[in-house]
C-alpha cells in the first residue's frame, strides 16, 4: 500500500512534465510555421500572394483566425494553468473559439475559389470538420461534460495544427517529391489531419483495452 501511495505522485509528476515538454514543443513548430510562412503576407504584396492576391482578403481571414487558434490551442491543454488559473483557461478558450470562426471562414470562402477543385472541396471539408470539433467541445463544457470536452478540443487542434502538418508534408520529403504541388495538394489536405486523428483514435481505444482486467 505505501509502495503504491509513493508511486502515483511521482508518475503524476513525470506525466506533467512529459505534457510540458510536449506542449512546447507544439509551440515552437507552431511559431515556426507562423514566422516563416503566415508572417510573410503581412507585406501584402502580390508577388508572395501569387495566385491568392485575388482572394488575399480571405486568406488573411483564415491567416489571422488560424494563428490565434494555433497560439490559444496549448494552454488549453496545460493542466496546471487550468488548476490554478481557470478564468485565463476560460478566456483563452474564448479566444481559441474566436480563432476558429474567423479562420474556418476564411478557409471556407477559399476553398470556394480554390484550384484544382479537388482542393477546394478537402480544403472545406476540413474547414467543416474543424468547426464541427470545437462545436462538440463547446456544447460539452456547457453542459459541464469535462472529459468529453477534452476529447473533441484535442480534435479541434489536430485539425488546426493540420496547417502546420500540412505544410510539413508538402515543403519536405517524401511529401514533397509526390509530383507537383497541384497534383498533392489535395491528397496532402486530407492526410494533414485525418492520420493524426486516426493516430488519436488509436491511441485511445488501445490505452482503453489495456485498462481493461481480463478476467
Not at 45 to 66: E, Q, S
Not at 115 to 135: D, E, K, Y
Amino acid at each position: 500500500m505505501a509502495t503504491s501511495v509513493v508511486a502515483r505522485p511521482g508518475r503524476a509528476s513525470r506525466s506533467g512534465v512529459a505534457l510540458g515538454v510536449f506542449l512546447l514543443l507544439v509551440l515552437a513548430l507552431a511559431g515556426k510555421f507562423i514566422v516563416h510562412y503566415a508572417v510573410p503576407y503581412s507585406a501584402f504584396t502580390p508577388a508572395y500572394f501569387d495566385y491568392y492576391w485575388p482572394h488575399r482578403f480571405r486568406l488573411i481571414t483564415h491567416i489571422c483566425g488560424g494563428i490565434l487558434a494555433l497560439l490559444c490551442g496549448p494552454f488549453q491543454f496545460w493542466t496546471g494553468l487550468r488548476n490554478r488559473a481557470l478564468n485565463i483557461h476560460r478566456w483563452t478558450g474564448i479566444l481559441y473559439l474566436v480563432g476558429v470562426a474567423v479562420g474556418a471562414s476564411g478557409a471556407g470562402m477559399m476553398a470556394y475559389f480554390s484550384t484544382p477543385r479537388n482542393f477546394g472541396v478537402s480544403l472545406g471539408i476540413m474547414a467543416l470538420a474543424w468547426v464541427l470539433c470545437t462545436s462538440v467541445a463547446y456544447l460539452a463544457v456547457l453542459r459541464r461534460i469535462i472529459p468529453l470536452h477534452r476529447e473533441w478540443m484535442v480534435r479541434s487542434y489536430l485539425v488546426a495544427f493540420g496547417f502546420v502538418t500540412f505544410r510539413v508534408i508538402s515543403d519536405y520529403p517524401p511529401g514533397s517529391h509526390w509530383g507537383t504541388f497541384e497534383d498533392r495538394a489535395a491528397t496532402v489536405t486530407w492526410a494533414c489531419w485525418v492520420v493524426p486523428m486516426l493516430g488519436y483514435e488509436i491511441v485511445r481505444a488501445a490505452r482503453r483495452l489495456l485498462a481493461v482486467k481480463t478476467a
